[in-house]
């Protein structure tokens, strides 16, 4: 079992930067993959960006690629997402979630339903 807590959102101005925070715990963090999602007002969720826990690889949008970096702190158990030069269409609920490595040869899945856990989400709001 996995519990994922965000934080960090808020509303900012476009062009400004912002950092969310997804605190991890639970047993066997890095043997799981972990992503941030977002949902904005009337749309899917949709991938952002995703991290091994255990291993140094990434992955991106590719229509977000420049702009967000996730990272991890693996020795506080915590990942973020750097967003820069936000856009008011970067305005959604971003959630970090975690898939559990079942398999060898795992990857990082862009499909929601990939993953088993789940944070409550952190509203972002970019006003113009």
């Known amino acids: 079992q996995v519990q994922l807590v965000e934080s960090g959102g808020g509303l900012v101005q476009a062009g400004d930067s912002l950092r969310l925070s997804c605190a991890a715990s639970?047993?066997?963090?890095?043997?799981?993959?972990f992503a941030w999602f977002r949902q904005a007002p009337g749309k899917e969720l949709e991938f952002v960006a995703g991290t091994w826990w255990s291993r140094d690889i990434r992955n991106y949008a590719d229509s977000l690629k420049d702009r967000f970096t996730i990272s991890r702190d693996n020795d506080n158990n915590t990942m973020y997402l750097q967003i820069d030069s936000l856009k008011p269409e970067d305005t959604a609920v971003y959630y970090c979630?975690?898939?559990?490595?079942?398999?060898?040869?795992?990857?990082?899945?862009?499909?929601?339903?990939?993953?088993?856990?789940w944070g409550q989400g952190t509203q972002v709001t970019v006003s113009s």
């Open positions: 639970g047993r066997f963090l890095a043997s799981h993959i």
């Open positions: 979630a975690a898939d559990r490595i079942s398999a060898v040869g795992y990857f990082i899945h862009r499909t929601s339903g990939e993953y088993d856990y």
